[in-house]
């Protein structure tokens, strides 16, 4: 059974195999370079979240990371930049949503007006992933990625 929890400082060996683990691909998607793991200081800063400005979670399969979530707030700016990535055997099969909700009412818990990211262009699935969850796609000034948003604040009806 798939489960969602933070992710903490006791994840480090966990999410270190979670990024291995990711195809070639998917791992360009998810960090925009190649690399095949995360350097100490990259893997210290992903898996030591305050869960406060910096929230991650993880998908868990029992003990392995299947998937990650996470945002990090954009200053005072009431913004977020958020990213998910999902094992690629885990792909389509509701993780990403999973997160990206996690994801959503967290940061709406915690007072935030808008969660957006960076997709390279490749990227289709993703895209096609946050396109369906209500996100606004614009251009970028690297034109190797798109800006994609998502307002957090419910409309207001009378």
């Not at 007072?111 to 699935?125: D, S, Y």
Request: a neutral charge.
């Amino acid at each position: 059974m798939i489960s969602l929890r933070p992710i903490c400082a006791g994840d480090e060996a966990a999410f270190q195999q979670f990024v291995r683990g990711l195809s070639l691909e998917s791992r360009l998607h998810r960090f925009l370079q190649p690399l095949r793991e995360l350097a100490p200081g990259q893997l210290a800063a992903l898996t030591q979240p305050d869960q406060s400005r910096h929230v991650a979670m993880a998908a868990v399969d029992g003990d392995a990371i299947i998937g990650e979530g996470r945002y990090v707030a954009l200053g005072d700016s009431g913004r977020a930049e958020f990213a998910i990535a999902v094992t690629d055997e885990w792909q389509r099969n509701g993780i990403g949503a999973r997160l990206l909700g996690a994801l959503m009412a967290a940061a709406r818990q915690a007072g935030l007006a808008a969660l957006e990211g960076e997709v390279l262009r490749t990227n289709t699935a993703m895209l096609k992933f946050v396109g369906r969850a209500g996100f606004r796609m614009k251009a970028c000034e690297d034109a190797r990625l798109t800006v994609v948003e998502r307002n957090l604040v419910a409309a207001q009806t009378g």
